[in-house]
């Protein structure tokens, strides 16, 4: 691939043929001074483009001229290939701006597009990019976006499904670090200052929010997945957009985009709203890890925020089993190591979920959440005024970065909200502090009188009474079972229960055994991989 594309390089551009026909020109004709200048100075720029060009590595000029073919021929997965190679070349190449790479591909505009995307995502990837960077990177966001929305008709263009998981998983990112890098004004000069507050509409809450609504609404993905639901055709309502793969495939992760950022700017009820029609269990993005870890993430986070602890620890779960058995076949992916990153913090709020509702686990993810926080879980299950600290660290490590929607406008005065959204989850922690204590003497008990439960929590009857309203509050929750998110009813999810018939306290129990078949099959498989192993050996 290397000398194909170097050959064509070299026959396409001669260097120095191309200077003599301007000095050829310069002599056989008479200019003006103004003309001579401008004559000179397209000649000292054309042995700049050519020097610029000369000095690309042959592998990243053949990989351009390759994915601009791939992408020409709409083959999905050589573009997906030149991408992933893509990412292995910048640990050793610098790869060159847009403008110095148009003659490779005859400056075709669109294709530059898509290029300047992955070269700003990877000024991102490597460090702190400058604030010229940010602008120039939202600029060129706006020219793919209405490239492919605002084109006369669909736009003849396929790509790969884990790249449009990408392209808007990106966006989003960069969205969310410009907005903490906006919020640090006392680190940043006047000028900076006045540039970003004359600007402000450069990744405004409202521009993100449009593409990613108008993405939704050009793909119909909507329309579509109720569609499916209901066993009918897609097609029949995808529109002359939709059925197309590329829309079809932007509009379904536009939705994960947008749960994501409901539940940056706080809004956790509309956040899953955006799910309504999405069958997750189903979905085909499920083969893209990045998009399917960042669904679960965010679901369950939003689930944390409203109290909905039980739904919650079902999708922290889910995606922590998913990372588990999918770990072997996607160990080669470069989303695949983020999403891996980030299961420690799946963990830490998997821990403080079980520490505010107390639920059986699996015993390979029980396993794993005393490996990585089994101490900071005990603490926090003991319940008191010292386990507080434990869940605000907790909170910290595994929040998402919530943003500011609104610019801020003194430097002295700039508010930090993921401080706002902690303060507020902790109002509710205070309030189950005593549910710890109070089921670890109601379960040595079926009845027992109100005064004696006092005695032992050593605080007066009225706020035990207060108290124990709380617990059975708490232990009450909406609950999912099928449908839209938000759906589900009211049900207990504690084993122990109580009712108060005067000062007298009834108390039910209700176990749950044990499960042994996994516990068999798995040290059954162990077993045997242990005997097969000591064959091999002799």
């Known amino acids: 691939?290397?000398?194909?594309?170097?050959?064509?390089?070299?026959?396409?551009?001669?260097?120095?043929?191309?200077?003599?026909?301007?000095?050829?020109?310069?002599?056989?004709?008479?200019?003006?001074?103004?003309?001579?200048?401008?004559?000179?100075?397209?000649?000292?720029?054309?042995?700049?483009?050519?020097?610029?060009?000369?000095?690309?590595?042959?592998?990243?000029?053949?990989?351009?001229?390759?994915?601009h073919q791939?992408?020409?021929?709409?083959?999905?997965?050589?573009?997906?290939?030149?991408?992933s190679h893509f990412y292995r070349l910048t640990e050793k190449h610098q790869f060159p701006e847009a403008e110095i790479v148009a003659p490779l591909v005859n400056d075709d505009q669109n294709f530059l597009t898509i290029y300047r995307e992955l070269y700003f995502r990877n000024i991102y990837a490597k460090g702190q990019p400058t604030l010229e960077q940010r602008f120039r990177s939202y600029d060129n966001y706006c020219d793919l976006f209405n490239f492919i929305l605002n084109s006369d008709g669909p736009v003849n263009l396929d790509l790969?499904?884990?790249?449009?998981?990408?392209?808007?998983?990106?966006?989003?990112?960069?969205?969310?670090?410009?907005?903490?890098?906006?919020?640090?004004?006392?680190?940043?000069s006047e000028e900076d200052i006045t540039i970003l507050r004359e600007n402000p509409q450069i990744w405004s809450c409202y521009s993100v929010l449009n593409v990613l609504y108008s993405l939704i609404q050009k793909s119909r993905i909507n329309e579509q997945l109720a569609a499916i639901k209901e066993g009918e055709n897609p097609n029949d309502v995808a529109g002359e957009y939709g059925v197309l793969p590329l829309y079809r495939q932007l509009g379904y992760c536009s939705l994960i985009g947008l749960l994501r950022v409901h539940t940056l700017l706080g809004d956790f009820t509309l956040a899953l709203k955006m799910l309504d029609n999405v069958d997750i269990k189903k979905s085909p993005f499920a083969r893209v890890p990045n998009c399917h870890f960042q669904t679960y993430y965010y679901q369950g986070f939003a689930y944390m925020m409203l109290h909905r602890y039980a739904d919650a620890i079902e999708s922290f779960i889910h995606i922590l089993v998913f990372i588990s058995r999918t770990k072997q076949y996607h160990n080669r992916s470069a989303q695949y190591e983020q999403v891996n990153k980030k299961a420690d913090q799946v963990h830490a709020l998997l821990a403080i979920c079980v520490a505010l509702c107390p639920t059986r686990l699996d015993e390979n993810t029980h396993s794993a959440l005393r490996e990585k926080f089994g101490e900071q879980l005990a603490r926090m299950s003991r319940g008191g005024p010292e386990a507080l600290p434990i869940f605000e660290e907790l909170f910290t490590f595994a929040a998402p970065k919530f943003i500011n929607p609104v610019p801020p406008t003194d430097p002295e005065n700039v508010a930090e909200p993921l401080q706002h959204h902690q303060k507020i989850f902790m109002e509710g922690v205070k309030g189950q502090m005593w549910a710890a204590t109070l089921r670890s003497y109601m379960k040595l008990y079926t009845t027992m009188k109100l005064e004696k439960l006092a005695a032992f929590l050593e605080i007066d009857e009225e706020e035990l009474r207060s108290q124990l309203l709380v617990y059975k509050q708490n232990s009450r929750q909406f609950r999912r079972t099928e449908g839209a998110l938000l759906s589900g009813e009211v049900v207990s999810t504690s084993e122990l229960d109580f009712s108060l018939e005067g000062d007298i306290i009834h108390i039910a129990e209700a176990k749950t055994g044990r499960r042994y078949g996994d516990w068999f099959m798995r040290n059954a498989t162990k077993y045997l991989q242990i005997n097969e192993g000591l064959a091999k050996k002799h």
């Open 1 to 67: 691939m290397a000398s194909y594309a170097q050959n064509d390089f070299e026959a396409d551009v001669d260097v120095d043929g191309a200077v003599d026909l301007v000095v050829g020109a310069l002599e056989s004709t008479d200019y003006s001074e103004d003309q001579l200048a401008q004559s000179y100075y397209t000649q000292q720029l054309q042995q700049q483009q050519q020097q610029e060009l000369a000095s690309i590595a042959p592998e990243v000029r053949s990989l351009i001229v390759y994915l």
């Open 70 to 83: 791939a992408i020409l021929n709409q083959n999905t997965d050589a573009i997906q290939g030149c991408i």
């Open 160 to 188: 790969p499904n884990q790249y449009c998981d990408s392209i808007v998983d990106e966006f989003v990112w960069q969205f969310s670090s410009f907005a903490q890098y906006r919020a640090r004004l006392s680190k940043k």
